[in-house]
């Protein structure tokens, strides 16, 4: 896990042209809300939502609904967890339930993997209602 967490922000550095270091970096957390300026200003009326409705990266979106619930994947490209998992009620309040590629074990194939080639492209989801499984 450690080596991931390394290789992510070593190639996060190379990306902005931050000078090389010394050292081993060790990150214990890492959490992007995606808290955009946008998403402080106060909706006007009521039925008015923020467009997208997700803040942040989530590309490639796929959709599918049980019940009342809704739930959403995204693609993650080369990083690590993958495929973050939301869920919503009314298809506007999304919330990041989890990760479907949260082990290592999951995705051997990603260490090495240079960041802009391979990795999750538009995972998609599907409900069964016969089995009850995702």
């Known amino acids: ?3 991931y967490r390394e290789l992510i922000f070593t190639a996060l550095l190379v990306a902005w042209g931050a000078p090389a ?5 060790l990150f214990s957390h890492f959490t992007y809300n995606g808290d955009d300026d946008y998403y ?3 909706l006007k009326a009521p039925g008015e939502y923020y467009n997208p409705v997700i803040s942040g990266w989530a590309s490639d979106p796929s959709i599918t609904r ?3 619930d809704y739930w959403l994947v995204t693609s ?5 967890p993958g495929v973050p998992v939301y869920h919503s009620r009314d298809l506007v309040s999304w919330e990041h339930a989890a990760n479907a590629l949260s082990r290592p074990s999951q995705l051997p194939w990603l260490e090495g993997l240079s960041l802009d080639k391979g990795g999750i492209y538009a995972p998609a989801i599907t409900y069964n209602r016969h089995n009850d499984l995702f």
């Open 1 to 3: 896990m450690t080596h």
């Open 40 to 42: 402080r200003e106060e």
């Open 76 to 80: 993650t490209f080369g990083y690590f």
């Open 21 to 25: 270091f010394a050292g081993d970096a």
């Open 66 to 68: 049980k019940g009342d």
